[in-house]
């Protein structure tokens, strides 16, 4: 059956649990590629999740529509079980030529039950995982088949790496699967485009003359490991800078302190994303031992601003991070081991060592040319209209 296009414009509903003010990798994706994209109309469907934001507003490229009361947890399942019934409604007026749900969460219920009431509408599922996927299933478990039926159900899906990918096929998807990267901005991400002193700087977050600095930009939840980080720091004669907040940091906090390493870890809290340059360029290494990840985009960013990088090998971040004693040609990052402290101190130190400055450095170099390669979000926005362009026509 063929797509529709309405009046000659190509038209698509998005299906998001979540959308700006609150931000995560989904949300600056989903914002960043149709913010490139100029021959499509995109309009969505997401829980109001605070009763001050209103009901209705143009975002960007996107008209977004806020359902619920203003309560997390309440609207989110209004979301994914009232979702189809109001998309209905605007795809009476609009005509959509697809529909598009970001993650296999709330909002990809409401897109799975829309799709199987209008199956001529093309259905585009984007994997953006990044918790443990099996607590991810177990959280579905109650509703297991219409969860499956976002998989099944799909036209067509893209995952940001092949972990993702590998799970859509797990998870029952017949329909082709192609792998599409998060992006970044490459050249905001340099620090030439910033006039400052990194010393002075450094001075101003409480560094001595010559100390170096670790840097993690993480939510503070289990998932992205910053507790064996600090535990790491112990024996690392250097500073840690913590960028980002979550549930965990009070007990974070009060780690530091049984370890009496409280002087060496910067609590910095949310650092806008502009900001953020500043912060890598006065970092000798970033650092995130990850339990899971879906992609990873912060080690992206790393590698743009030119950060050396560890991390673990878990979820999608195997796809970016060739370690060097693989022997791989192009060496992008390190690898240390999985709730490991000892590992990340040793990494750390490796990095740090004088006597590796041209492996740093070679490293460091790989890493930069194949983000800007591969990763830029101009070229990933390409990608995904092609993608939308296959569904529509």
């Known amino acids: 059956m063929a797509n529709i296009i ?15 003010p609150f931000v995560g990798g989904a949300e600056v994706a989903v914002k960043e590629i149709t913010d490139r994209i100029s021959d499509i109309e995109f309009d969505m469907v997401t829980a109001r999740m605070n009763v001050k934001l209103p009901k209705f507003e143009r975002l ?30 605007l795809h009476k ?16 219920l409401a897109a799975g039950i829309f799709k199987k009431k209008n199956p001529e509408v093309k259905f585009l599922l984007t994997l953006q995982e990044g918790d443990n996927l099996a607590e991810v299933e177990r959280k579905m478990a109650l509703s297991k088949r219409k969860f499956k039926s976002i998989f099944t159900g799909a036209d067509y899906v893209q995952a940001i790496s092949n972990y993702l990918a590998a799970w859509a096929q797990k998870m029952g998807a017949v329909c082709p699967i192609e792998v599409v990267p998060n992006g970044v901005n490459f050249n905001q991400l340099s620090i030439n ?27 503070l939840v289990k998932k992205n490991g910053v507790s064996d980080l600090i535990e790491a ?24 302190k049984s370890l009496d390493i409280e002087d060496k870890i910067l ?26 990840e879906g992609l990873g985009n912060v080690f992206l960013e790393a590698m743009a601003a030119g950060v ?17 004693s693989a022997s791989s040609e192009r060496a992008t990052g390190w690898f240390c081991g999985v709730k490991n402290p000892e590992s990340i101190a040793e990494k750390i130190k490796l990095i740090l060592d004088e006597k590796n400055t041209a492996l740093r450095q070679w490293v460091i170099n790989n890493a930069r040319e194949m983000v800007k390669e591969k990763y830029e979000w101009d ?14 026509f």
Do not use: Q
């Open 6 to 20: 309405s009046n000659g414009v190509k038209r698509v509903l998005i299906f998001s649990t979540a959308y700006f």
């Open 60 to 89: 960007g490229n996107i008209n977004v529509y806020r359902i619920g009361i203003g309560w997390p947890i309440f609207d989110k399942l209004i979301l994914a079980f009232g979702g189809a019934k109001f998309a209905k409604k």
């Open 93 to 108: 007026k609009n005509k959509y030529g697809a529909i598009w749900a970001i993650m296999a969460s709330f909002g990809g």
């Open 193 to 219: 485009n910033y006039k400052f002193s990194i010393n002075d700087f450094k001075k101003k977050l409480g560094f001595g003359e010559n100390e170096k600095a670790v840097i993690t930009v993480s939510r």
């Open 233 to 256: 720091m112990k024996n690392i004669n250097a500073k840690l800078i913590v960028c980002g907040v979550g549930e965990k940091e009070n007990k974070l906090r009060k780690l530091a």
């Open 267 to 292: 609590f910095l809290g949310h650092i806008p994303y502009d900001e953020l340059p500043k912060y890598y360029a006065a970092a000798d290494v970033f650092c995130r031992p990850s339990l899971t």
């Open 308 to 324: 050396p990088v560890i991390a673990t090998p878990v979820g999608g971040i195997p796809d970016f991070l060739k370690d060097p």
């Open 379 to 392: 070229k990933i926005a390409k990608r995904m209209d092609n993608i939308f362009n296959k569904l529509i």
